[in-house]
C-alpha cells in the first residue's frame, strides 16, 4: 500500500474484479488495522488552515497527528498523496438520504414523510436503509456522514446523523436523535388554484395566511409547553410517546431543526427558542440573507438547503441565491449548505459551495461549510468536520479542488480509518458497457 | 331649486309606454303613449355634438325630435331639464346581463380525474364540449331588474349579453336594461358571436392547455369550412351548422391580457377573420403590437386596488411590474386613444361595478379625453355591436335611451339623476334632481320665541350652522322631507337640536325638539347661493403631478426590462481565449470582432474603427450556450388531454415576459429549445427561440430553423403516478402502438388529401405528414432501453429518424443502435432516482454516447440548471473524462446541430451569428462568471448594466411603496399585498422546493 497508486490500484481493482456485477457487492470495510499515514497532503483543515506537503497519521479509526515532517509510525500504511488534495469528509446537513428511493411514482420505496400534524416521536434512524442505491454514488463525490431527517405537516419527528459505510441503522448511526424537526407554516398569501394557463380553474385561495400560520404555531407552542410540564412529572398517569419525545430538547441534548425560508418564519423560529430555551437551528433559510445581523446576534446557525436556487423574486438579483452564503458569511452567521436538488439526489454539495466561492466566499470559508459548520450545526464537531487530531479519520482525498468539477476527482475516502469503496451501480454500469463498446 | 313633477313620475311601473300586442292582458287595458318633452336641457347628442337649452321629444319608447327651439305639443308631459344634462345612455359591449353564466362545478377541473375523452353534451353537436357555437344567448335571456338597475345606474340603457362559456360561446344579443318584458328588450337578437382561450365549463380533457385551446379553435374553422360540403361521414353536427351561420355577424374575442389579444389576432388572420378583441388593462404596456392587430378593442376600467405594502414583508414579494401595473393601468384608455385604436368601454368583470364611473373618470384623468370616453360608451360600442341605428346617440327614430345628469356625466360630482330606457324612466338619484344646496334663514319657534340661525348647505348636504357658535353637521334629504340636528354650542355635552320637515319649494318648514326636549316649531327660507369652492381642480392637481413621476413603460413590462432595447452594435473583443469549437480550437490572445450581427472576424490585432472595444484579456469567450430542452417562456407546456396532440403549438403561447429569460441570459444561454412536456406520446410543435430579452412573441423565434416536435414514451405517457389512469396507452406496448396507429394514419391522410384536395383538413395529421416527409423533426423525451429501441425501428419502419432522444438516461445502453439510427442524444449531466426509469441513470451516459460516436448535448429541462450549463457540460470532464473542447461542444455546438442550426450558431466562426459569451474564467469551471451574453451583436446581458438595473428597481420600488402608502393615508381602499407569484412550468421530471413566492407547476397529469 505504499505505492503513491495504491489508492488508483486499489479503486481498479475493485472496479474490475465486480465486473458487471450489483452493487451489492460493495461491502462495508471492516475497522481499520494498525497505522495509516497519508503523505504529502495538501491538506485542506476544514477550519480554513490549508498545510501543504503535511502528514495525517491516524489509527482505531482517529486520527492522531496531523502536520508537516511527521515522522511515520512503525508499520504504518502510507498514503502517498502527492500533488493531491485532502479534504475531510463532506457532511450533508439535511437529507433523506435511505428514506426516499425513488422519488416519484413508487410510493412503496419511500419512507421521509410520516401523516398527521404533531410526529414528535418518530425517528428516521429507524427507516434508515443502507443499501440504499444512492448512498455509493455520494460517496464517491466525498460525502461520508449524512443528517436523515424526517418530513412532515408540522411537528416532523427526530433526525439522526449517519456515516455512509455500513450493514444495517444500527451500525450507520452517528448519533442518534441529533434534532427534533418542525415545519414553520408559511405567512405568504396564497392566490387560489393554478398559475399560468390554469388559473382560476381550479378554486382555492382566500382566507387569512396569518391566522392560518399563528393557529399552528400555536399548536407547537402548545405542544411544547405541555411536553415541559410532562417532562417534569415524576410518574405518568398517562405515558405520552410525542411528550415524551421532546425531552432531550429541554435537557439541551437536542436542537430543534425548523424548516424556515421566510423572514416571518426565521423570527418566529427565534422566538420559539427563547421561549423554551431550545438551540435552534434554521433549515432552508432562502431569506436568511435579509435578517443576517439577526441572526448572528441571537447565534441562530442556518443550513442552507440550496445555493443553486432560483431567485424568490422576480425583481431580485439574479444571482442571489448564490450570493447568500458570502453575505451570512460577512454577517458572522454559522451556516452549513446543502444540495436539495432531487434530480442528483444531493451529490454536488460540493459544487454547491464552488458557486459561493464564485460569488463571495474563499475557498477555504465554502470548504467549512460543508465540513466544520455543519458538524458544529449538528453538534458533532467534537467528532468530525475537519482534519484535526482527536477526531475521526473522515478523510478524502482528491486529485484536484473538490469544489470545482474540474478538479473533484476523489481516489481514496476514510471513514473512521477505514479505507472504503468508491465504487457503487454507475460505475459498475459504466464499465459493463465500456467493456460492450470496447471503450479504453 | 324647483322640485319638478314630483309623485307625478315617482314610478315607473304605472308606465307602459309600449305593449306586445300578441299578449293577452289579465285586467284592464292600459296603453299610454308615453309622450314627453325634456326641455331647458344641455343635450349632448353625440361625442360632437351639443345642443344648449335643447329639447327632447319622446313617444312609444323612441326619440321622435331633437334640437333647440322645437315646439312642444300641447300634450306633452313636460319635464323641465333646467340645468341638467341629458346624454344617450351608455352601450355595455361584453356582458352576461339575463343569461345565467355557467359556472364550474364545486372543485374545478381535475387533472387526476379519469379523463373524458368527447363531449357528454346531449344531442348532434361537437365533439369538443368547449365548443359551442349553437348556443344563443337570446333564447334563454331573461330580464334581471337586479342586474339591470345596477347597469343602469352607471348609466348603461343597453347592453350585449352572451353566455360567458367555452371556447366557442355562440351568438350574443343586444338587449336595453327595460325591465318591462323579454320580447321588448330585445333590439337585436343575434348582434355577434364570441370566442375566448377559456374552455369554460367544459369537463372533456381536452384542451387543457392555451396552445390546447388555440388548436381547437384552429381545426374548428377548417371543420366548418369542409362540413359546407356536407360530407357524408359526418353527419348532422349542428354546432358546425351554427359555426357558420355565425360567420356573417361581428366575431368578439374576449382576452384579458396583451399576449392573448395577439394571440388571437394571429387566429383571426389566419381564416381571415378581424376580430373584436376584449382587450385586458395592460395593452398599454405593449401598444405597439395592440395596433398591429387592427382590432378594434372592448376595454375595461377594472384598475387594479392598491396593495397594502406596510409590512415590508409583504412588499418584497410583490413586484415591481404588479405595483407599476398598479399606477398604469388607468393610462391603458388613454394609450389606446392616443394610437387611435377604436375602443369600446365594458364594466363587465368588475370586482366592485360601483366603481364603474369613477375608473372612467379616472381613466380621463390618466389622458383619456371626456369625448372619447362618451363616444366608447356609446358610439363605437353601438357600430362594433350593428346597433347604432337604433341607440347609442340622441337621433330621432332611435330609442329612447338617456341618461339626465346634474352635472357633465364625467365631472368629479356628476350624479345620474334618471335613467330612461325605451321611453321607461328608471331613477337613479332622484333626489339629485333639485339640490338644497345654498344659504338659509332658519327660525325656531319654542312657544312663540323664535332663534334665527344663517345656515349653509353644500352640495354634499354637509352644513354650517351659525348662531353663537359656527357648528358642523348635515342635511339628510330623503324625497321630500328634510332632517337637520346639531347641537347648540361647540365642545361635549351640548344639548341636541332635531328638526324634521317637508321641503316644499324654497322653503323647509316642520317640527323638533330642543336641547330639553321640549316641542318647537321651525322654518327656513332660501337666502341666496353657497359660493362654491370648485372641489375639482383640487382634486385634479397631485393627480397631474402623480402622472410626471410615472413609472416607465419597459420591454418587457418587468423589473429587468429596458426602456429602449439594446441596439446592435460593431464589438471587438480583444485579446480574450477564444474556444471556438472548430478545428482551430482553443485560441489564446485573440481577438474576435462581431459586426452586422455576424461573426465577422477572428484573429490577431484585428481593428475596426466603428467598433467598442472590450477587453478579453484573461478572459474567455465562448459560442452562446443553446438548450436543447428547456420549459421556459411558454404560457403552457404540456397539453395532456389526449395521447396524440400534434396539432398544439409551443409558438403559439410564448411569454416573452418570463423573467427566466433575463436569469438564463446571466448564465450564457442565447438560444432555447422550448418543449412540450411529456405528458403524452405525441406531444406538440416545439419552438427554438432565441433570448432577445425584450422582443415580442413572434420576434423571440429563431427564424429560419427546421421545426420540430415532441414526442414521449415511458412513465410520463402512462401517467405512471396517476392512480386512476384511463387514457391509452397504460403500457410500453401501448405506447409503441400509439406511435404506430400515428405514423399509419398519417400516411393514409397524405393519400386522401392527395386524391381529394376537399377532404377534411386535420392539423394533427398534418404534423406527422411533415415528419414522414423529412419537413419536421422529433425530440423524444425517453428513458431506458427498450422504448428508445422500438421508437428507432417505428422511425425505420415509416422512413423517419428520430432526429433526438432527450433525456435519454439510459441512451449508453443502446448508443450502437441509436449511432446507426443516426439519432442525437440530448441528457443530463448527473440525474439519476428521481423516478423508477431512471434507476439505471448514469452520470458516465454522456461520455459513453460520445465516445460511441454520437452527437451529444447537455441540456437542462430546469430554469434554475440552465443558468449553469457551462458548469454541466463540465462534469462530463468528471465523469468519463471527455475532453473540455469536446464537454463545451455538447452544450454549444451539439445542440446547434441536433436542431439543424450549426450553420448559423454554436461556433466562433466567420459568418455565423454574433450570438457569444464573454466568461471571466474557464467556461467548464465552477468560478466562471458570464461577463456578457450577446445574441444578434447586441448585448443582452452585462454584468455591470445589470447591477445598475438591480439598483434602479430597489429605487423604483422605494418610489412605489411610498406611494402606495400615501394612497393608504388618504384613506383609499387597500388590498391584500398579493405576491407575485413566479410560476414554473415543468414538463414532469422534475421535483423542487417551493421556494416561497415561486410556484413550480408540473402540467403532466
Known amino acids: 500500500m505504499k505505492n503513491k497508486y495504491a489508492t488508483l490500484l486499489l479503486l481498479t481493482l475493485a472496479v474490475f474484479a465486480n465486473n458487471a456485477k450489483a452493487q451489492e457487492t460493495v461491502y462495508p470495510t471492516d475497522a481499520q488495522k494498525g497505522t495509516t499515514a497519508i503523505t504529502h497532503a495538501t491538506v485542506h483543515v476544514g477550519n480554513g488552515n490549508v498545510l501543504t506537503d503535511a502528514t495525517i497519521i491516524f489509527e482505531k479509526g482517529k486520527i492522531t497527528a496531523v502536520g508537516s515532517g511527521l515522522a511515520l509510525p512503525k508499520g504504518a500504511a502510507e498514503v502517498d498523496a502527492s500533488g493531491k488534495h485532502v479534504y475531510p469528509g463532506l457532511i450533508l446537513p439535511n437529507s433523506s438520504l435511505g428514506l426516499r428511493e425513488i422519488n416519484a411514482g413508487v410510493r412503496g420505496s419511500n419512507d421521509f414523510q410520516e401523516i398527521g400534524e404533531n410526529n414528535a416521536d418518530i425517528r428516521s434512524i429507524v427507516s434508515y436503509n443502507t443499501d440504499s442505491k444512492v448512498i455509493n454514488v455520494l460517496r464517491a463525490n466525498g460525502i461520508l456522514l449524512a443528517h436523515v431527517s424526517p418530513m412532515g405537516e408540522l411537528i416532523e419527528g427526530r433526525s439522526s446523523v449517519v456515516q455512509l459505510d455500513a450493514w444495517n441503522y444500527e451500525d450507520a448511526e452517528y448519533k442518534a436523535n441529533t434534532g427534533m424537526y418542525i415545519s414553520m407554516p408559511s405567512f405568504m398569501a396564497r392566490r387560489g388554484g393554478r398559475g399560468g394557463f390554469m388559473r382560476g380553474?381550479?378554486?382555492?385561495?382566500?382566507?387569512?395566511?396569518?391566522?392560518?400560520?399563528?393557529?399552528?404555531?400555536?399548536?407547537?407552542?402548545?405542544?411544547?409547553?405541555?411536553?415541559?410540564?410532562?417532562?417534569?412529572?415524576?410518574?405518568?398517569?398517562?405515558?405520552?410517546?410525542?411528550?415524551?419525545?421532546?425531552?432531550?430538547?429541554?435537557e439541551g441534548k437536542q436542537k430543534l431543526f425548523v424548516r424556515a425560508n421566510e423572514v416571518k418564519q426565521m423570527l418566529i423560529a427565534i422566538d420559539l427558542g427563547k421561549t423554551f430555551g431550545f438551540n435552534i437551528v434554521i433549515v432552508g433559510g432562502g431569506e436568511s440573507f435579509q435578517i443576517a445581523s439577526i441572526l448572528a446576534e441571537n447565534k441562530i446557525p442556518v443550513i442552507l438547503d440550496e445555493t443553486h436556487a432560483l431567485p424568490a423574486s422576480e425583481d431580485d438579483d439574479v444571482d442571489q441565491p448564490y450570493k447568500t452564503p458570502a453575505q451570512l458569511q460577512k454577517a458572522g452567521v454559522l451556516f452549513a449548505l446543502n444540495d436539495m436538488g432531487e434530480n442528483s439526489k444531493q451529490r454536488n454539495i460540493s459544487f454547491n459551495a464552488g458557486t459561493a466561492v464564485t460569488y463571495g466566499l474563499t475557498k477555504e470559508e465554502a470548504l467549512s461549510s460543508i465540513t466544520l459548520n455543519a458538524a458544529k450545526i449538528l453538534g458533532i464537531d467534537n467528532l468530525t468536520g475537519s482534519i484535526e487530531a482527536g477526531k475521526d479519520a473522515n478523510i478524502i482525498i482528491s486529485l484536484g479542488d473538490i469544489l470545482d468539477m474540474r478538479g473533484n476527482q476523489l481516489t481514496q475516502a476514510f471513514i473512521q480509518g477505514r479505507a472504503i469503496s468508491l465504487d457503487n451501480k454507475q460505475l459498475q454500469l459504466y464499465e459493463r458497457y465500456k467493456h460492450k463498446y470496447g471503450i479504453k | 331649486m324647483k322640485r319638478i313633477l314630483t309623485g307625478l313620475l315617482f314610478l315607473c311601473a304605472g308606465i307602459v309606454s309600449h305593449a306586445q300586442e300578441s299578449f293577452p292582458i289579465n285586467g284592464v287595458r292600459d296603453i299610454r303613449s308615453g309622450l314627453y318633452a325634456f326641455t331647458n336641457a344641455t343635450i349632448i347628442q353625440n361625442e360632437n355634438t351639443k345642443i344648449e337649452k335643447g329639447v327632447l321629444i319622446i313617444k312609444m319608447g323612441k326619440i321622435v325630435a331633437v334640437g333647440a327651439n322645437l315646439t312642444v305639443p300641447a300634450e306633452a308631459i313636460v319635464v323641465d331639464c333646467a340645468g341638467k344634462f341629458i346624454y344617450p345612455s351608455f352601450?355595455?359591449?361584453?356582458?352576461?346581463?339575463?343569461?345565467?353564466?355557467?359556472?364550474?362545478?364545486?372543485?374545478?377541473?381535475?387533472?387526476?380525474?379519469?379523463?373524458?375523452?368527447?363531449?357528454?353534451?346531449?344531442?348532434?353537436?361537437?365533439?369538443?364540449?368547449?365548443?359551442?357555437?349553437?348556443?344563443?344567448?337570446?333564447?334563454?335571456f331573461t330580464k334581471d331588474e337586479t342586474t339591470a338597475s345596477a347597469y343602469r345606474a352607471n348609466g348603461f340603457g343597453a347592453v350585449f349579453t352572451h353566455l360567458k362559456d367555452g371556447l366557442a360561446r355562440g351568438t350574443g344579443a343586444v338587449v336595453t336594461l327595460a325591465t318591462e318584458n323579454n320580447n321588448q328588450a330585445v333590439i337585436k337578437s343575434k348582434a355577434a358571436s364570441v370566442y375566448s382561450f377559456d374552455k369554460g365549463t367544459s369537463t372533456q380533457s381536452y384542451p387543457s392547455s392555451l396552445m390546447g385551446s388555440i388548436a381547437v379553435l384552429r381545426q374548428t374553422y377548417l371543420d366548418a369550412k369542409w362540413y359546407q360540403t356536407k360530407p357524408v361521414t359526418e353527419g348532422v353536427n349542428l354546432s358546425l351548422d351554427a359555426w357558420n351561420?355565425?360567420?356573417?355577424?361581428?366575431?368578439?374575442?374576449?382576452?384579458?391580457?396583451?399576449w392573448n389579444a395577439v394571440r388571437a389576432d394571429r387566429i383571426g388572420d389566419e381564416f381571415g377573420v378581424q376580430y373584436i378583441i376584449r382587450g385586458g388593462d395592460n395593452g398599454y404596456q405593449r401598444i405597439d403590437e395592440m395596433v398591429k392587430t387592427k382590432a378594434s378593442f372592448i376595454l375595461g376600467v377594472d384598475f387594479p386596488v392598491a396593495m397594502d405594502v406596510e409590512d415590508p414583508n409583504d412588499a418584497r414579494f410583490v413586484s415591481l411590474a404588479d405595483m407599476k401595473h398598479w399606477e398604469l393601468a388607468p393610462t391603458n384608455l388613454a394609450a389606446f386613444s392616443k394610437a387611435n385604436i377604436p375602443f369600446s368601454i365594458t364594466s363587465s368583470d368588475m370586482k366592485d361595478a360601483k366603481q364603474f364611473l369613477a375608473n372612467v373618470k379616472k381613466a380621463i384623468q390618466n389622458g383619456l379625453s371626456e369625448s372619447k370616453a362618451l363616444e366608447a360608451l356609446t358610439k363605437t360600442p353601438a357600430n362594433q355591436l350593428g346597433v347604432y341605428d337604433q341607440v347609442g346617440s340622441i337621433e330621432t327614430g332611435k330609442w329612447a335611451n338617456f341618461i339626465i345628469t346634474t352635472e357633465p356625466v364625467f365631472a368629479t360630482n356628476a350624479k345620474i339623476i334618471e335613467n330612461w330606457v325605451q321611453g321607461n324612466k328608471y331613477e337613479v338619484n332622484e333626489s339629485e334632481w333639485s339640490s338644497i344646496a345654498g344659504k338659509y334663514k332658519l327660525t325656531i319657534n319654542k312657544n312663540g320665541t323664535n332663534t334665527d340661525y344663517n345656515i349653509e348647505v353644500k352640495k354634499d348636504l354637509s352644513a354650517s350652522i351659525i348662531g353663537t357658535d359656527t357648528i358642523t353637521s348635515k342635511v339628510t334629504v330623503s324625497e321630500s322631507v328634510v332632517k337637520l340636528n346639531f347641537p347648540t354650542k361647540k365642545g361635549r355635552g351640548a344639548d341636541q337640536i332635531r328638526l324634521s320637515g317637508i321641503i316644499s319649494g324654497n322653503s323647509w318648514s316642520g317640527v323638533g325638539t330642543d336641547g330639553s326636549g321640549s316641542k318647537t316649531t321651525w322654518s327656513a327660507t332660501y337666502t341666496g347661493a353657497v359660493t362654491a369652492v370648485e372641489a375639482k381642480n383640487e382634486f385634479r392637481r397631485p393627480m397631474d403631478s402623480a402622472r410626471n413621476n410615472n413609472s416607465k413603460i419597459t420591454f418587457p413590462f418587468v423589473g429587468y426590462g429596458n426602456e429602449v432595447l439594446p441596439k446592435q452594435e460593431t464589438i471587438l473583443i480583444k485579446n480574450a481565449t477564444v474556444w471556438t469549437n472548430e478545428k482551430e480550437g482553443v485560441l489564446?490572445?485573440?481577438?474576435?470582432?462581431?459586426?452586422?450581427?455576424?461573426?465577422?472576424?477572428?484573429?490577431?490585432?484585428?481593428?475596426?474603427?466603428?467598433?467598442?472595444?472590450?477587453?478579453?484579456?484573461?478572459?474567455?469567450?465562448?459560442?452562446?450556450?443553446?438548450?436543447?430542452?428547456?420549459?421556459?417562456?411558454?404560457?403552457?407546456?404540456?397539453?395532456?388531454?389526449?395521447?396524440?396532440?400534434s396539432e398544439v403549438r409551443i409558438g403559439d403561447n410564448l411569454n416573452p415576459e418570463d423573467i427566466n429569460i433575463y436569469r438564463q441570459l446571466s448564465g450564457g444561454v442565447t438560444s432555447s429549445h422550448i418543449l412540450h412536456g411529456s405528458a403524452n406520446t405525441i406531444g406538440g410543435q416545439t419552438q427554438l427561440i432565441k433570448l432577445r430579452w425584450g422582443a415580442n412573441d413572434e420576434e423571440l423565434k429563431f427564424a429560419g430553423a427546421d421545426p420540430f416536435i415532441k414526442f414521449a414514451l415511458g412513465e410520463n405517457v402512462k401517467r405512471t403516478t396517476s392512480q386512476n389512469n384511463n387514457r391509452y396507452p397504460d403500457t410500453r406496448m401501448g405506447v409503441e402502438e400509439v406511435l404506430n396507429d400515428a405514423f399509419d394514419r398519417a400516411v393514409d391522410y397524405q393519400k386522401t388529401l392527395k386524391a381529394n384536395p376537399l377532404a377534411r383538413r386535420d392539423l394533427e395529421l398534418e404534423a406527422l405528414v411533415e415528419i414522414l416527409n423529412k419537413k419536421r423533426f422529433i425530440t423524444c423525451h425517453s428513458y431506458v432501453q427498450p422504448e428508445i429501441t422500438y421508437a428507432l425501428r417505428v422511425g425505420d419502419k415509416y422512413g423517419f429518424k428520430f432526429n433526438t432522444f432527450t433525456h435519454i438516461l439510459e441512451g449508453y445502453k443502446v448508443a450502437d443502435k441509436m449511432k446507426k439510427h443516426g439519432s442525437s442524444a440530448s441528457t443530463f449531466s448527473d440525474w439519476f432516482m428521481y423516478k423508477t426509469e431512471v434507476q439505471d441513470a448514469i452520470a458516465y451516459n454522456a461520455a459513453i454516447m460520445q465516445k460511441v460516436g454520437l452527437n451529444v448535448c447537455i441540456n437542462s429541462d430546469d430554469a434554475e440548471m440552465a443558468r449553469r450549463l457551462n458548469q454541466e457540460a463540465g462534469k462530463i470532464v468528471k465523469y468519463g473524462g471527455v475532453s473540455e473542447e469536446e464537454a463545451l461542444k455538447m452544450v454549444t455546438l451539439n445542440p446547434a446541430k441536433a436542431l439543424h442550426v450549426a450553420d448559423k450558431v454554436g461556433s466562433i466562426k466567420t459568418g455565423k451569428d454574433a450570438d457569444v459569451v464573454l466568461w471571466t474564467d474557464n467556461p467548464l469551471s465552477i468560478y466562471a462568471k458570464v461577463e456578457k451574453t450577446i445574441v444578434d451583436g447586441i448585448v443582452y446581458f452585462d454584468r455591470t448594466k445589470d447591477a445598475e438595473m438591480s439598483k434602479k428597481i430597489t429605487a423604483e420600488k422605494t418610489r412605489l411603496i411610498q406611494k402606495l402608502l400615501g394612497e393608504k393615508r388618504t384613506g383609499m381602499p387597500m388590498g391584500r399585498p398579493m405576491p407575485s407569484f413566479q410560476i414554473l412550468l415543468t414538463c414532469g421530471d422534475h421535483e423542487h422546493e417551493d421556494h416561497m413566492a415561486t410556484i413550480y407547476e408540473n402540467q403532466n397529469n
Open chain 1, 201 to 250: 380553474m381550479m378554486g382555492g385561495g382566500g382566507g387569512d395566511p396569518l391566522k392560518a400560520a399563528f393557529d399552528k404555531i400555536e399548536t407547537i407552542k402548545t405542544y411544547f409547553t405541555e411536553a415541559r410540564a410532562y417532562c417534569q412529572e415524576k410518574e405518568h398517569a398517562n405515558s405520552n410517546l410525542k411528550l415524551e419525545a421532546a425531552r432531550s430538547l429541554f
Open chain 2, 91 to 140: 352601450i355595455d359591449p361584453l356582458s352576461d346581463y339575463g343569461v345565467a353564466t355557467p359556472r364550474r362545478t364545486m372543485g374545478g377541473f381535475n387533472f387526476g380525474a379519469p379523463g373524458q375523452f368527447i363531449s357528454n353534451k346531449p344531442g348532434p353537436y361537437n365533439w369538443n364540449q368547449a365548443v359551442k357555437p349553437e348556443l344563443n344567448a337570446v333564447d334563454v
Open chain 2, 245 to 258: 351561420s355565425n360567420q356573417s355577424m361581428p366575431q368578439i374575442f374576449s382576452t384579458d391580457d396583451k
Open chain 2, 588 to 645: 489564446q490572445n485573440t481577438d474576435v470582432l462581431l459586426k452586422g450581427g455576424k461573426i465577422s472576424k477572428i484573429g490577431k490585432n484585428l481593428s475596426d474603427a466603428s467598433a467598442k472595444i472590450v477587453d478579453g484579456t484573461g478572459k474567455h469567450l465562448s459560442a452562446g450556450i443553446i438548450d436543447e430542452h428547456s420549459h421556459i417562456a411558454a404560457m403552457s407546456i404540456n397539453e395532456g388531454g389526449q395521447s396524440v396532440t
